[in-house]
Every structure is written in structure tokens, then in C-alpha cells.
């Protein structure tokens, strides 16, 4: 089930069409206080949130349905000048796409957000990471210094994308492809927000920049096998 949040119908209703042609379920919710309210009876797999809502917006939509169930989320924004401060201020938002944007791309947004958050790690393993950073993919845990970090689904693939790298540079394009599943050069801008949010999340300085080519773990890891 598909949670849609949108105060223009028209939109609302196109999005609703090509998600119903894809197979998936709806619901629908014009303001924000409705939003909350149907979210806590239908716990939809995933939330489709615009940013400007009647009643009180979108922002306040994702904290409230985050304080009581990690729901993923893809917000709608008009502005390209808003996707840093929806991304930067720990709502938990998956992925975000600006206004207008077409029907098949929000499939695709919504099949890689879904697969991101319903898939399950194959290995067992325990990565531990330099600086005293774990990450456990069989359980899609990570622990900083013994203490658990609370990531998004988009923000634990992002990080463990960047450990299977083993210190080698990711580009952007390199991780575009891995976690969100699409090749979008225009996408890029989503990949840096969610490296600025991971590291807010993170008291270890695990992740460097290399200025001109991507993203790295800063040094090599081990790896372990968890014990029974």
C-alpha cells in the first residue's frame, strides 16, 4: 500500500492512475493532519509527501509518522533549492523528485525506494569499519563505538555500498546505480545530501571525499563472522 499526500488533485490523481496500472494499492490524503491520521491506520509500505500541505506541511508530516514507524518516504518539492534542507534536517526522507516530473519516473523512484527497503542483505557478515563503526547486514544494523545509529533503508544501502568498496572511490554515478538503481546524472545532488545526513548520524569520521570523483570509507575493514 501506497500512501499519496498531495493537495493537487490533478496530481494526485495521475500519480494514483499509474501506480494502480503498476500493481500497487493507494490511498490518498489532501492535508497534512489527515496524512498523520491515515498513516497510523493503513501503515502503508511507503509515503508519497509533498512538501506543501494544508493544515501544516510536509516536513511535519515525516516527523510525526517517523516518531512511531519507519515508513520510507519520497518527498515532491517544487524547488530544487529545498532538496538539501529536506535531506539535511534527519526527517528520514528516502529520496525526493522536483516538480514536474514525469509518471515513469516515479515508478522507478518508488520500485528502487521499496526494493531498498524490503530487501534483505545475503551476507552474514559483520563489517567493522575504521574508527569503531559496525555494520551488521544480516540484521541492517550499524553500531558507532557500541552505540546503534538509526539509518534510513537509502542511508544503511548508501553506507554499506561504500564499505563492499573496501577504500576504493565510488562515484556518484558508481553509487546512483548501486543504491538508488537508476543512472541519472541529474540525481547526483540526492547522493551528496545523503552522504551530509549519514554523517551528521555519525560521531566517526568514516567517510572522505575525494573532491572531483566520489566517495570513499577512509580506511580498509575487516570482516568477521558473526557468532552463533
Known amino acids: 500500500m501506497i500512501l499519496i499526500v498531495e493537495d493537487d488533485k490533478a ?17 490518498t490524503a489532501f492535508d497534512g493532519p489527515t496524512a498523520v491520521e491515515l498513516h497510523t491506520k493503513i501503515l502503508p ?3 508519497i509527501l509533498d512538501i506543501n500541505l494544508p493544515g501544516f506541511d510536509g516536513i511535519e508530516v515525516c516527523k510525526q509518522i517517523h516518531r512511531h514507524h519507519r515508513t520510507p518516504v519520497i518527498m515532491l518539492t517544487a524547488k ?16 525526493y523528485i522536483t516538480k514536474p516530473f514525469s509518471a515513469r ?5 518508488v520500485k528502487s525506494v521499496l526494493r531498498r527497503a524490503t ?3 545475503p551476507a552474514a557478515d559483520i563489517q567493522q569499519v575504521a574508527s569503531g563503526l559496525t555494520i551488521n547486514a544480516a540484521t541492517r544494523r550499524v553500531y558507532d563505538k557500541d552505540s546503534e545509529v ?11 555500498a561504500l564499505a563492499d568498496a ?14 538508488w538503481g537508476y543512472r541519472d546524472g541529474g540525481g547526483q545532488r540526492t547522493v551528496d545530501s545523503h552522504i551530509r545526513s549519514l554523517r551528521a548520524k555519525l560521531t566517526t569520521d568514516a567517510i572522505r571525499t575525494v573532491h572531483g570523483v566520489g566517495y570513499a570509507i577512509s580506511a580498509p575493514q575487516t570482516s568477521f ?3 552463533p
Open 11 to 27: 496530481i494526485s490523481k495521475s500519480v494514483e492512475k499509474r501506480l494502480h496500472s503498476e500493481g500497487f494499492q493507494t490511498a
Open 45 to 47: 509500505d511507503l509515503v
Open 80 to 95: 530544487d533549492e529545498e532538496i538539501d534542507m529536506l535531506l539535511g534536517l534527519e526527517l528520514g526522507a528516502d529520496d
Open 105 to 109: 519516473e516515479l515508478v522507478v523512484r
Open 119 to 121: 530487501g534483505l542483505a
Open 150 to 160: 538509526t539509518l534510513t533503508a537509502t542511508e544503511f544501502d548508501l553506507l554499506k
Open 166 to 179: 573496501k577504500g576504493s572511490v565510488l562515484s556518484r554515478t558508481q553509487l546512483l546505480a548501486s543504491v
Open 225 to 227: 563472522r558473526a557468532k
